[in-house]
């Protein structure tokens, strides 16, 4: 027969694990909470890493656009130099139209002027801005080039080493369209960024849960 002592230890055992049992239920929603505050500990984490290094990306893309605009600018003006110093020599004002239209198709440039070597305009053309307010990032980025210009001079068929100042063709570049192109790589660059780092924290979180806590919720458990 079991003595008054024994089952009175066997109660005390029995009210002993059921108080663990009771307690670690009451953990086990905080090793939930844990997982959850992994996984935004490592997305913050990823996020700020991708933003610091898209904003150097963006950085050296902002000097690269400034270039490509202005190689792109000399590039149109040296295609239709001919046309516009042949135009300026014989003040024919059809063709120089006709250059202004050309240049003007490019989206990049907003106005162009075609002058003679007297100083008159023989021809102009430009397009109505899409906004009141200029862009800040184009106006930033077309700081000190807003404006290319190139000296026509036209060589006489019959000596091609000597050439005659004729006029000149100006443009001014666009920096609406500037800087809409700049934020549509920005905002794509960082919708990237976010993208990707939220895919990495989820794949992390889905590691780190099935590697670490969930062994750590079944050891509890057996506590």
Do not use: C
């Not at 024994?6 to 090793?31: C, D, G, K, Y």
């Not at 295609?79 to 990049?108: H, Y």
């Not at 899409?130 to 006489?156: H, I, K, M, N, W």
């Amino acid at each position: 027969m079991n003595s008054p002592e024994s089952a009175h230890n066997a109660s005390t055992m029995q009210t002993a694990n059921t108080r663990a049992a009771t307690v670690v239920a009451a953990q086990i929603p905080w090793l939930s909470g844990l997982a959850v505050r992994q996984l935004l500990i490592t997305l913050g984490f990823a996020l700020l890493v991708g933003l610091v290094t898209s904003g150097l990306e963006l950085a050296n893309e902002w000097q690269a656009l400034r270039t490509r605009v202005n190689a792109g600018a000399r590039q149109n003006l040296e295609l239709m130099r001919a046309s516009a110093a042949e135009a300026a020599f014989q003040l024919n004002a059809q063709q120089a139209e006709n250059v202004v239209n050309g240049l003007l198709k490019f989206e990049e440039i907003s106005q162009v002027v075609l002058h003679d070597n007297f100083g008159n305009v023989l021809a102009s053309g430009g397009r109505k801005p899409s906004s009141a307010s200029p862009s800040y990032f184009g106006t930033r980025l077309l700081a000190g080039q807003e404006s290319q210009q190139v000296q026509l001079d036209y060589a006489d068929t019959g000596n091609s080493v000597d050439t005659t100042p004729v006029g000149l063709l100006e443009v001014r570049l666009d920096a609406e369209v500037i800087g809409q192109r700049f934020l549509a790589q920005a905002l794509s660059k960082i919708a990237f960024t976010v993208s990707l780092a939220i895919l990495l924290s989820l794949l992390l979180g889905v590691v780190f849960y099935l590697s670490i806590i969930r062994p750590l919720v079944e050891l509890s458990r057996r506590i």
